[in-house]
């Protein structure tokens, strides 16, 4: 043993190792509090340039990859563009024909939501427009994917919207594939059901449920969700429809006020 | 010069483990790319330069990992004294010398780092380690041979690796 410590130290060449092998052993036994400390240090520090790199690189890959499908449903949807347009067009030459009132183009106002309170009485929210941008009551409030309630008290800056998620929000939809009318009310467990279906007209799962534009508030064809299930009602005269909305109320952040008038029914 | 050339080799074998290393992963397996440069540079150079290198590049990288801080310099700067020894008593000046010496110190070194942090797991998925750790190595000794080979080739770099 002791021939072998001498050999060690008497040798220039194994030094380092001894040196290396003490601080590795030290790393080693600290305890993880001070492991993780030292770590961040070290993370934070000297190889800070590296992670920035990293994460840096990291993001451009994950752009490259979305502009890529985004390239590609942008491929797609210019054509569906275009037959949209040339439908619309054909469209507008059918209502003149047969003397109907062309649609009135949708004017949205964007709004921030301030706070949403899911308590009693109401399901309701507050957004950060009102009279000074021309909102008014009863006027539709969306986002992107779907309605989510209408403007029951506008005040000068700030509006209170009531949700689809209040038992006391009606909203006249309709099947978007078989034109089957109702109401929509709120079903329960962030779910909406649709009454008055009769029973005869269509109403599959995964149908897109619109609105008829019938209840005087929210204009033809906007977006409420989607069939989850579709059964008899007790009866046997009406569906009874379970509607997945295409809103989500946990994420409300940005929603648009549509402040356009328009005359319903017509 | 041994300066700029520790430097120069930190900063470059940092950057790939950190940021091209993870970009290369096939299955989940990555190249282990500061121990074939520890064993090149120990090849080259002897014990005293590889250990000293292999202690400031492998204490980088056991930074990024709190759990088994310290591990990773013990092992790799204890491996490049031992090849800087093979060096010093059966060196062959041979390609294929140099890539049986990586994939050797690879695999060594992998299910070292495996073993010993944790060696009731180790044993428990022995056939496992065994098999990852060989994979590694092979991986290891595919990517820095294009790698050197791209480099002596293109650069000249025969007298660093």
């Known amino acids: ?33 001070a492991r993780t400390t030292v770590s961040r240090i070290g993370t934070l520090s000297f190889l800070y340039p590296f992670n920035q790199l990293d994460r840096y690189l990291s993001r451009l890959d994950t752009i490259f990859q979305s502009n890529r499908i985004l390239n590609r449903r942008l491929d797609s949807l210019t054509v569906v563009v275009s037959r949209l347009t040339e439908n619309k067009y054909e469209n507008e030459r059918l209502r003149g024909m047969l003397d109907f009132e062309p649609h009135v183009p949708l004017r949205l106002v964007p709004s921030e939501v301030i706070s949403v309170s899911f308590g009693y009485p109401f399901k309701s929210m507050l957004i950060n427009a ?26 000068h800056r700030s509006s209170t919207v009531q949700l689809l998620f209040d038992p006391a929000c009606k909203v006249a939809a309709c099947v978007q594939a078989s034109r089957a009318q109702g109401i929509i009310t709120y079903a329960g467990n962030n779910y909406l059901t649709m009454r008055d279906v009769p029973i005869e007209l269509s ?24 069939i989850l299930k579709s059964g008899e009602s007790e009866g046997g005269l009406f569906h009874n429809i379970l509607i997945a909305p295409g809103a989500d109320f946990d994420a409300l952040d940005e929603v648009f006020v549509i402040t356009t008038s328009f005359s319903i029914p017509r | 010069m041994p300066i700029l050339f520790y430097f120069v080799t930190w900063i470059a074998v940092t950057f790939t483990q950190i940021v091209i290393v993870p970009r290369l992963a096939v299955l989940g397996i990555f190249p282990d790319i500061l121990t074939a440069v520890v064993v090149l540079i120990a090849l080259r150079h002897g014990r005293l330069t590889s250990v000293w290198l292999a202690f400031a590049l492998a204490v980088s990288v056991d930074l990024l990992d709190p759990q088994k801080m310290g591990w990773m310099t013990l092992l790799i700067s204890i491996m490049a004294y031992c090849v800087g020894i093979v060096r010093d008593t059966i060196y062959i000046d041979n390609p294929w010398f140099e890539a049986t010496m990586i994939l050797l110190a690879t695999f060594l070194y992998q299910l070292a780092y495996r073993f010993f942090p944790e060696p009731q797991f180790f044993l428990d998925n022995f056939p496992k380690m065994l098999a990852v750790s060989f994979f590694i190595a092979v991986y290891t000794v595919a990517v820095v041979g294009l790698g050197v080979w791209i480099l002596r080739q293109r650069f000249n770099f025969r007298e660093v690796l």
């Open chain 1, 130 to 155: 009102g009279t000074e941008k021309g909102i008014t009551s009863n006027m539709p409030v969306i986002t992107p994917n779907g309605v989510i309630g209408k403007v029951i008290a506008a005040g």
């Open chain 1, 203 to 226: 109403a599959l799962p995964g149908d897109s449920v619109v609105t008829s534009g019938l209840g005087g508030v929210f204009p033809e064809g906007l977006f409420i969700g989607t």
């Open chain 1, 1 to 33: 043993m002791r021939y072998l410590t001498k050999g060690i130290f008497n040798n220039p060449q194994a030094l380092p190792l001894i040196i290396v092998t003490i601080i590795s052993i030290v790393m080693i036994i600290l305890p993880l509090d």
